[in-house]
């Protein structure tokens, strides 16, 4: 079974603090991704990763930075949180292509950002 | 642009209905199209479709693709209260890797 986690589940920090979230995942996936979910607007991608060291920015990277020193953790950073980064975030990852092309998401981390 | 849009929004059903979600997309370089249900946590996979005219099913679930009208239909019989979720739909482009999701569509299923 795939496992996805994440740092923590709820997360509450004040504006201007840097934060960090991670993601680890155990079955040697090449793609890790992290997106923000948020009413009316969906799953929103922020910036996604397909090798080691290799990062491309999705929708909405601004404001936001990620990591990704070994291939099973994948981190993302604000670097000065503001109030309209209060969101879901959820990371998944997945294989790189082919028949078995499913994403599996971690349990998401609720932030709220005062 | 690369979209994914789904419809309807939000659908309130009597447990026993049968219903219909629909998922368009016009996506780059298309690669797959998958479905998730969301309760109160992460999206959990359900279904991945590549090739068209082939129908998926898992249980009272089921689900289609046709490429040439670029949709997907998800379709679940026998509702029960236990299939209210939101339900997503994702395409996977080989430009880049990405995946393209939809903003869902809020499923209530009522006794």
């Known amino acids: 079974d795939v496992k996805v986690t994440q740092s923590s589940r709820y997360l509450v920090k004040r504006t201007g603090e840097k934060v960090f979230l991670e993601c680890v995942q155990d079955?040697?996936?090449?793609?890790m991704f992290w997106y923000r979910q948020d009413p009316g607007l969906g799953l929103r991608l922020i910036y996604f990763s397909y090798d080691v060291k290799m990062k491309e920015k999705g929708d909405i990277p601004e404001g936001y930075s990620v990591s990704r020193e070994k291939k099973e953790r994948f981190s993302l950073i604000l670097e000065s949180a503001s109030t309209n980064q209060t969101s879901m975030y959820l990371c998944?990852?997945?294989?790189?292509?082919?028949?078995?092309?499913?994403?599996?998401f971690g349990p998401g981390t609720r932030l709220t950002v005062l | 642009e690369d979209k994914v849009v789904q419809s309807p929004l939000s659908l309130v059903v009597h447990e026993g209905d049968t219903v219909t979600l629909n998922c368009s997309y016009e996506v780059t370089n298309f690669r797959s199209l998958l479905w998730y249900k969301q309760e109160k946590k992460a999206p959990t996979f359900l279904f991945m479709l590549?090739?068209?005219?082939i129908e998926k099913k898992s249980g009272r679930l089921s689900s289609i693709l046709d490429k040439k009208e670029l949709s997907s239909i998800l379709n679940i019989t026998a509702t029960q209260t236990g299939d209210s979720a939101i339900y997503l739909c994702a395409v996977g482009s080989n430009t880049g890797n990405q995946f393209y999701f939809g903003t869902g569509t809020s499923l209530t299923v009522i006794p």
């Open positions: 998944a990852s997945s294989l790189s292509s082919g028949v078995r092309d499913t994403q599996y």
């Open positions: 590549t090739s068209s005219g």
């Open positions: 079955m040697d996936h090449e793609n």
